[in-house]
């Protein structure tokens, strides 16, 4: 027995000791980022299960759900309205919030055919000459119900500077009369402003012509025999960027309920022959006029007299149900708050074809689901609260981001930042395959120092672009922060020629710049909430 004692010291006292090595909080929160589990959730929100996730339609409620019941297994505790007992979903939650905020759009479409024509009065007869739409006219398009009967002024080019003296209106009263013009300025408007001040002068006439009262613009390019274009026949055939012009086009509008109607004002584009039409009579000889205005020649344009102009377009409006998807990771300080956001919605099913949205904006919906699962894999309570948040109707024009800044559950002045994911998936050229861009509000000062620290410290190989700004630009849902007074920041790789198209597929994302992108947002989050 002596000698097994022995022995059984001899192997404590000579055998080294065995170290069990304790993961960091950031370490395991790292960990939980895998490409297995981005590959397994993006597949399936960019499935054709999911229809294109069409804000308010069936495939965006699915993968709503789906999303919400990610955040509850990941451990992240609903931060929505509190529940409705009609929502399996909501009815599996213990009590309290739900993961959903619910809102209301109202979606409206245009009218196909609007109605354009012309009344002519000579003496006692009356001729009234109808156009046809898309060949000698085209509308912008009008999301209220529109029916007015107003006289026309020709206007030249409604060409106003003040810089050079020039006013193609002079003192005519346009109150109530739609504003004939020709397209673009006189040519020797080039010779003495910059293109700025041409744009300026260009743009800023409909604004003016509102503030004046007029009943709308009717412009028309001399060169031009018809307007519009014809709709292409066969599209399936088209590169990718071919069907990005050519189809699929919006034509509803999406709007937050307000207490006034949005305002409407009239644009029409005539062709040719429909502005010949309309100064027939008149005494103004088109070829005149142009060679005079464009050498800065005066030309008195006489008024136009007995011309009518009659136009009538329809829409019809909807209300349609959409829901935010909101979680909170709670932390020590229940007063401060981080938001970390991305919109999962996308274009849905046109023109027979389903838009999968892959790129956008799967991948930064996935993101924001990891980084959930890997804050939560820390271990460790954050010290700032992190709210978890996935925006519908962003395709819409951010609405429900914005809803959320309007109608936000929490106190807009505890959110000290929002992190928004739009297209992470993408790298910028097969020539740059780890550059991205950091858009960031500038009042984040270190956050470059931060990041670059960052990048070193977990050999993440990424080749970031800094853009610090006080007002950070980009048609994503980070504006309703930024117009909130909200520091923002955000990483995107950039734009391919399957945006917005119907080959946004799964096949085409990057996904070590994907993982790459949510790792030094996770490492960077971490080290802000803390």
């Not at 965006?60 to 919400?68: C, K, M, P, R």
Request: charged share 25%.
């Amino acid at each position: 027995m002596k000698s097994l004692k022995y022995f059984l010291i001899a192997i404590i006292i000579f055998t080294p000791p065995i170290l069990y090595a304790q993961d960091s909080p950031v370490e395991k929160g790292l960990k939980a980022i895998t490409s297995d589990a981005l590959r397994a959730m993006l597949g399936f929100l960019a499935s054709d299960w999911m229809e294109g996730r069409a804000a308010g339609e069936k495939g965006e409620y699915l993968a709503g759900d789906y999303i919400a019941s990610m955040l509850q297994l990941y451990g992240v505790k609903p931060g929505g309205d509190y529940l409705r007992g009609n929502d399996y979903l909501n009815s599996l939650l213990p009590g309290g919030k739900s993961y959903f905020q619910n809102f209301t759009l109202i979606k409206a479409m245009p009218d196909n055919k609007p109605e354009f024509s012309l009344r002519s009065l000579t003496g006692d007869l009356t001729r009234e000459t109808g156009f046809a739409c898309n060949v000698d006219f085209s509308v912008r398009p009008l999301y209220n119900s529109v029916e007015i009967s107003a006289p026309v002024v020709f206007a030249g080019y409604a060409f106003k500077n003040e810089k050079i003296k020039f006013n193609d209106l002079g003192k005519t009263d346009i109150k109530g009369k739609f504003i004939l013009k020709i397209s673009g300025y006189p040519a020797f408007a080039e010779k003495k402003l910059s293109p700025s001040e041409i744009n300026a002068s260009v743009s800023s006439f409909e604004n003016y012509a509102r503030e004046m009262g007029a009943a709308g613009i009717i412009e028309f390019n001399p060169t031009a025999s018809v307007t519009g274009r014809a709709e292409p026949k066969e599209f399936l055939n088209l590169s990718p960027a071919e069907n990005n012009q050519n189809i699929g086009r919006i034509r509803a509008r999406y709007t937050l309920p307000g207490k006034t109607f949005q305002e409407e004002f009239i644009r029409i584009t005539i062709s040719s022959r429909a502005a010949n039409e309309i100064l027939e009579g008149s005494g103004i000889i088109l070829e005149d006029y142009l060679k005079k205005a464009d050498s800065n020649q005066p030309y008195d344009l006489p008024p136009l007299t007995g011309k009518l102009v009659y136009f009538k377009s329809s829409a019809t409006a909807e209300q349609l149900n959409v829901r935010n998807i909101v979680g909170i990771i709670e932390g020590n300080d229940p007063e401060k708050f981080i938001v970390i956001g991305a919109h999962y919605d996308h274009m849905g099913m046109k023109d027979g074809l389903i838009w999968n949205g892959a790129d956008d904006n799967a991948s930064g919906t996935v993101g924001v689901m990891t980084l959930a699962r890997a804050i939560n894999a820390t271990g460790v309570k954050p010290d700032k609260s992190i709210i978890i948040a996935l925006w519908s109707s962003e395709e819409q024009g951010l609405l429900g981001s914005r809803y959320f800044v309007r109608n936000s559950p929490f106190n807009l002045k505890n959110i000290i930042l929002n992190v928004n994911f739009d297209m992470i998936s993408r790298h910028i050229s097969d020539e740059n395959k780890n550059g991205v861009t950091m858009t960031y509000t500038t009042s984040l000062t270190g956050l470059k120092e931060v990041t670059m620290s960052n990048l070193d410290k977990y050999g993440i190989d990424l080749e970031v672009n800094y853009q610090p700004s006080d007002d950070p630009p980009g048609g994503s849902d980070h504006r309703s922060f930024v117009e909130a007074g909200i520091p923002v920041m955000r990483f995107k790789p950039g734009h391919r020629e399957e945006y917005h198209t119907p080959y946004d597929e799964a096949q085409t994302v990057n996904w070590d710049i994907m993982e790459k992108i949510i790792k030094i947002s996770f490492v960077n989050i971490w080290e802000l909430a803390n």
